[in-house]
């Protein structure tokens, strides 16, 4: 459903441009119906190969398709719904405005918006909170009104970019059942997070980058034999990274 | 069409509920209550006072909601990274300008509506009260000036949006903007008394200057040909091949500036 080919990106920094390798030739392929997560510390270019996807950036070299379709082709995005990190909205809009520009951009009618809309923002508990403007929420509820409009056009597959961040105990529970259903519904989640928990808990398989190079991917059945839990292959991989030993 | 008009209309909603527009209201109220007040100090010329105050309120507050409320709908997509959520649609880049394009089009037309129909009672008061002094007047002139200032402001919005598509912050776009706005609404002055005669004007000019000023008038946007506030203020007539160039003028430059930012946005990261 998502395959990266060789996908590399450099930025230029500074003035001087110098370039920095985000990504180094990464090689992914998501079945459709698989959760995969994408740990990885922070800065370790997650976010650059989500945005890739999305199309938010482009790859130095290196294709990536989603649903057979090239990245760089906005009708690759009709399947797709995609909650950014740190996600911000407009101010002045409410969250079923919010829905309904996520639903009309992606093609549905009016009937349809609002029964995915109602059922959503159910989902996300912000049924007291949907008439009211974005500016008022708080930033966990801005992340739930934010992975409504991900979901809206019930979407084959789902990009989330650090879906748990800047969430309270009961937040994450709620994104962790939605995932949880998504995966039920056969959907092909692909979820970045430096929270190992959450890779643990959520995903089929799993991807460890590091430097902007992908270092493992493999089931989560297949990483958890390797120690007593994925923090401790995780650590491992960082510690080979720097160049250091395998503990 | 189904992508075009969604953020068209989010746009609009964005800026029309932005406070910034209540301010900007209030402060043009106030400033058809001081027309009404010093239009009739000047009993004569009261009927050119009034017209004359009421146009340029409608234009100084258009030009505020612009740069300070238009400006912000595309440069904080971009700064506050809310592209990403708009991006991430089945939508184009370039359906994403035209989209925001059209609902800056939407929020200016409204609010120089409600801006115009103010100007106009300002106007209609004064007129019942002093109309022994209105005997040069014309509503038409008043209506045409009226709409040139609303396609004046559409062309400015329009370069707006060319300078956001390669600018990084809201800041930088902003003060091009109000440069190209001084350069737009000055040059043909400046070109004209470069032109004269040095005799005539007391000094001799530098062909550098003569050039770089020529070279200017061509790249920037005329926008004094669209303010006909003094022949509305003195009902003179407007010819109407002079409306249909300047419409021609603006709606060209307006396809200029958003084909151009279409183009470079097509290119642009968004890190």
Not at chain 1, 204 to 211: P, Q, S
Not at chain 2, 192 to 200: D, R
């Amino acid at each position: 459903m998502i395959t990266i080919n060789g996908i590399s990106k450099e930025f230029k920094e500074g003035i001087t441009g110098k370039c920095v390798k985000a990504l180094e030739n990464l090689e992914l392929e998501i079945k459709q119906g698989e959760v995969f997560g994408f740990l990885g510390p922070n800065g370790a270019g997650k976010s650059t190969a989500i945005k890739i996807l999305m199309n938010l950036i482009f790859s130095s070299s290196g294709t990536a398709q989603i649903g057979g379709k090239d990245v760089r082709d906005p009708q690759a995005r009709r399947i797709v719904g995609y909650l950014p990190e740190n996600p911000y909205f407009y101010d002045y809009l409410t969250a079923d405005e919010l829905l309904w520009f996520g639903g009309r951009t992606a093609g549905m009618g009016s009937n349809s918006i609002r029964e995915r809309s109602d059922l959503l923002i159910k989902q996300v508990n912000l049924e007291g909170a949907r008439k009211r403007q974005l500016r008022t929420y708080s930033k966990g509820m801005v992340q739930r009104a934010g992975l409504a409009m991900a979901l809206i056009h019930d979407p084959e597959v789902v990009i989330l970019d650090e879906p748990m961040s800047g969430l309270d105990p009961i937040g994450r529970k709620m994104v962790g059942d939605m995932l949880v259903e998504l995966k039920g519904q056969g959907k092909t989640v692909f979820f970045s997070s430096h929270i190992l928990n959450d890779i643990e808990r959520f995903s089929d398989r799993a991807g460890i980058i590091i430097g902007g190079k992908l270092k493992r991917v493999d089931t989560l059945q297949n990483l958890l034999s390797e120690g007593k839990d994925l923090e401790e292959v995780f650590m491992r991989e960082v510690a080979l990274a720097e160049g250091g030993t395998a503990a | 069409m189904t992508t075009f008009w969604p953020i068209a209309l989010i746009t609009f909603k964005e800026g029309i509920r932005n406070r910034a527009i209540y301010g900007i209201t209030l402060v043009a109220l106030l400033l058809f209550g001081a027309t009404v007040l010093v239009a009739t100090m000047v009993p004569r010329e009261v009927g050119k006072v009034a017209v004359d105050m009421a146009l340029s309120t409608i234009s100084f507050a258009g030009l505020l909601v612009v740069l300070f409320v238009g400006i912000n709908l595309m440069a904080k997509d971009l700064d506050k990274r809310t592209i990403y959520t708009v991006l991430s649609r089945p939508i184009s880049r370039s359906q994403y300008i035209v989209g925001k394009y059209f609902g800056m089009i939407m929020l200016i037309t409204v609010t120089m509506g409600i801006l115009s129909f103010l100007a106009i009672s300002a106007i209609v008061m004064l007129k019942t009260i002093h109309g022994s002094f209105f005997t040069r007047f014309s509503w038409q002139t008043i209506i045409l000036a009226d709409c040139l200032t609303v396609l004046m402001l559409i062309v400015l919005s329009a370069i707006s949006f060319l300078f956001a598509s390669f600018t990084s912050s809201s800041f930088i776009t902003l003060i091009l903007t109000i440069i190209t706005y001084i350069i737009g609404q000055s040059l043909s002055g400046v070109k004209a008394l470069l032109e004269a005669p040095s005799y005539e004007i007391g000094f001799t000019v530098s062909p550098v200057t003569v050039n770089m000023v020529n070279a200017a008038y061509y790249l920037f946007p005329n926008l004094s040909l669209f303010d006909i506030k003094l022949q509305a203020a003195h009902a003179l007539p407007v010819s109407s091949s002079f409306i249909i160039w300047t419409i021609l003028y603006g709606f060209i430059y307006i396809v200029l500036s958003i084909t151009l930012a279409a183009l470079i946005f097509r290119k642009k990261e968004f890190p």
